[in-house]
């Protein structure tokens, strides 16, 4: 019997939900599996073992002893956030049309699945395509070149995969983020290695550069930078000289830089908290969606791909328009955050559009961003509220019976219980559910079909090449006349 922290040789044989791969050992005549983190079909690894259950396992590649014959080499430096950049982009699509259509039957009970499934929508472009970065600072390092682990190093780059404390250098195009800054990273690196201040140190809580935070604009083609520091050693560095440098190297792309404190322990970047402020340039960029202008904080919460995210809300418009929604009755967005969607939908429709959430600062940042696209586009009809969904009705009961069309796009998290059966007591009879998460998605299916909803379609969105994440647009209509 396998035991955890045993490292075994195996063969991926297929996939499995959330980038795994599975692999079957013959325990006592019978198949006991192995999930493999990222593990690729056709693969053979030593795995280690990381849980142990009486049913299955699972596990983490320590070595590659034979790749996939569906891998292909490219010219990419590998990194943990593009597990799959070796794998084409059509055995990319099936493996995640498998593992979605087995979670939606598995746990969303859905029978007949392929004659529900609508279209599968690809990314506009399958590199390059993200617009936040975050780099690691870190004193340990891992080398790549000589697969060994160093220590007082001034490395920056990304985690190496499974670790928290360990930061491989990017030397090279990751494929992912920005051409030009990839490869261009090692020169911020070592010029930040000769101010003598040293990188972080994440088992020791100690040490001085902690992350660089990077949002690209793609219609502006610029970059703006957050340096992540403590405070610990501040007035030894010279914050304009480090601003003079990126113009230096990068030219009108640069629009701003900032510059956070952050004392937490916690080795993540932190921008709620500690002291930021701008040192040279903007401190927002501004990017264009379906024709919409949108101005982008650090913190705002923005589509990672935005060329794809506009497929993406072209999509969820679609499934709206399907309905014959009389002029008089309302469509709701629920979670709005800054109000992308619904901004989108009342540029493309007649009717009212009401954008709900919670989070006030979101509220107010999505009344901001109507104000500047009213000048070109009809957003007369969009009203941002700050509310509570469940206590909405009862404190807007101007609503009540008006709400034709709902679209809900919640976190990863998914959304309550609680909270999905207030969203279903407001009696729309549609509901377009966006999920960056399908097996959240899943989850709710069962409570959408006791409720009186039918699923009638859905689309999956490749957002996020190389990687496990896969987004999904389900519409659903009411067939009772009566919620339970």
């Known amino acids: 019997m396998i035991k955890k922290g045993e490292i075994i040789k195996l063969e991926i044989v297929d996939y499995a939900f959330v980038g795994k791969g599975i692999a079957k050992l013959n325990i006592e005549d019978r198949d006991y599996i192995v999930f493999v983190q990222h593990g690729i079909k056709g693969q053979i690894a030593n795995v280690k073992i990381t849980k142990r259950k009486p049913n299955y396992a699972e596990g983490t590649i320590t070595e590659i002893i034979q790749h996939s014959p569906l891998e292909k080499t490219t010219k990419y430096q590998p990194i943990s956030g593009a597990p799959y950049i070796n794998l084409p982009i059509e055995e990319q699509k099936k493996m995640k049309l498998q593992v979605t259509k087995e979670v939606f039957t598995k746990i969303g009970k859905i029978k007949d699945i ?3 499934f609508d279209q599968w929508i690809s990314s506009p472009s399958n590199y390059h395509y993200r617009n936040k970065m975050e780099y690691s600072f870190s004193s340990i390092g ?38 030009e800054l990839d490869t261009k990273l ?16 994440p088992p020791k809580k100690e040490g001085f550069f902690r992350h660089l935070v990077v949002r690209k604009s793609f219609s502006n083609n610029q970059l703006l930078f957050n340096l992540v520091t403590s405070s610990k050693s501040l007035n030894k560095f010279d914050l304009p000289a480090f601003g003079n440098y990126l113009k230096e190297i990068l030219g009108e792309r640069l629009a701003g830089l900032i510059h956070t404190t952050n004392d937490d322990v916690a080795d993540r ?48 418009i679609d499934y709206l328009l399907e309905s014959d929604i009389p002029k008089d009755q309302i469509i709701m967005d629920l979670f709005c955050g800054t109000g992308t969607i619904g901004q989108l939908i009342a540029k ?40 509570d969904v469940g206590k909405f009705l009862l404190n807007h009961p101007e609503y009540q019976n008006k709400i034709h069309s709902i679209v809900i796009d919640p976190p990863r998290a998914g959304i309550a219980p609680k909270t999905l059966r207030k969203v279903i007591r407001l009696n729309a009879k549609v509901i377009v559910y966006v999920s960056c998460n399908p097996g959240t998605q899943a989850r709710d299916l069962t409570t959408l079909h006791e409720m009186g909803y039918e699923l009638q379609k859905f689309s999956l969105v490749d957002q996020f090449p190389h990687t496990s994440h896969i987004e999904s647009i389900m519409l659903f209509k009411k067939l009772l006349v009566e919620t339970v």
């Open 114 to 116: 392929d004659s529900l």
């Open 142 to 179: 891992y080398n790549l070149e000589k697969q060994v682990v160093e220590d007082d190093v001034f490395n920056l780059g990304f985690k190496r995969k499974g670790t928290w404390w360990m930061v491989e250098n990017l030397d090279a195009d990751s494929g992912l983020f920005d051409q």
């Open 186 to 201: 090692f020169l911020i690196r070592n010029h930040l290695y000769q101010t003598g201040l040293p990188a972080w140190h």
């Open 269 to 316: 970047e932190k921008l709620d908290k500690g002291y930021s402020k701008l040192i040279t340039g903007n401190s927002t960029i501004k990017e264009t969606i379906n024709g919409l202008n949108f101005e982008i904080s650090m913190q705002s919460f923005f589509q990672t791909n935005p060329l794809c995210a506009e497929k993406l809300y072209q999509k969820v």
């Open 348 to 387: 493309h429709t007649n009717n009212k559009v009401v954008g709900v959430d919670i989070v006030a600062s979101s509220i107010e940042n999505a009344k901001k961003n109507v104000l500047e696209n009213s000048q070109k586009n009809n957003l007369s009809e969009l009203t941002f509220i700050c509310a």
